[in-house]
């Protein structure tokens, strides 16, 4: 069954543009024009991704991914904006997105995006076969823990010290990712590789859009910071 995608965006030059070309990549397209449209259509059958312009007239794109978290739908957002501040994308991670793509944008990049989105959001089929001893991070193989934080992958709950974190999906994968590894410089291209899936290159912002994000749920008055950057190279997880 090919995956079904609602896009919502207002230029009707744009919409029609990228519901054909999505289309022709096989996907089945619902396309609307604005944000009412968009949560009434995601109410009356539940799509397998969402493309939303962030600038829609009424109801824009972050109100209607704010609705759809609130209402504990978790069907994998990608944004469109025009918006290229790093302020304007943490927004729009702050609303729920899980990934964005500036305007003007490349169709094949909106490809690659949707496809790590799928990808990420797909349910795992359980193993039948013991989890091999190096892979379990502890006695009991359900926590994993480093540099004061602790998290628990099956529940999809994260700690430093007593303090719980309120984290999206994109987050959670970067901090295990970190934790997994900490001490150990991750570069670029292996984050991407291992988060998204695919690597959008040395001029792409979106790692360092997370980062930023996920150190202010993590940073603490008076305390270390735990995420650092090499630069040149990637980020590290350890203390001090």
């Not at 501040?85 to 500036?102: F, K, P, Q, S, W």
Request: charged share 30%; net charge negative.
């Amino acid at each position: 069954m090919p995956h079904t995608v609602l896009l919502a965006e207002d230029d009707r030059a744009i919409r029609n543009a990228l519901e054909r070309a999505l289309t022709l990549e096989g996907y089945r397209v619902t396309a609307v024009a604005d944000g009412v449209e968009a949560l009434a259509q995601a109410h009356r059958s539940r799509p397998d991704v969402l493309v939303l312009d962030v600038m829609m007239p009424g109801i824009d794109g972050l109100q209607v991914c704010r609705v759809l978290r609130a209402e504990g739908d978790r069907t994998p957002v990608l944004m469109l904006t025009a918006l290229v501040e790093t302020a304007d994308r943490i927004a729009g991670l702050d609303a729920g997105a899980d990934d964005y793509v500036v305007k003007p944008f490349d169709v094949e990049e909106v490809f690659a995006r949707l496809r790590a989105l799928l990808r990420r959001a797909a349910p795992v089929a359980p193993d039948p076969e013991p989890v091999a001893e190096e892979a379990k991070p502890d006695t009991s193989g359900r926590f994993v823990e480093a540099a004061g934080l602790r998290m628990d992958p099956q529940a999809r709950r994260a700690w430093r010290g007593r303090r719980e974190l309120e984290l999206t999906r994109t987050e959670f994968e970067l901090l295990e990712l970190l934790i997994r590894h900490a001490g150990i410089v991750l570069d670029h291209s292996t984050i991407y590789d291992r988060i998204w899936g695919y690597d959008f290159g040395p001029g792409s912002k979106n790692l360092a859009v997370y980062v930023g994000y996920l150190r202010r749920k993590l940073d603490e008055p008076g305390a270390p910071q735990l995420i650092h950057t090499v630069r040149g190279v990637g980020y590290v997880l350890r203390e001090g």
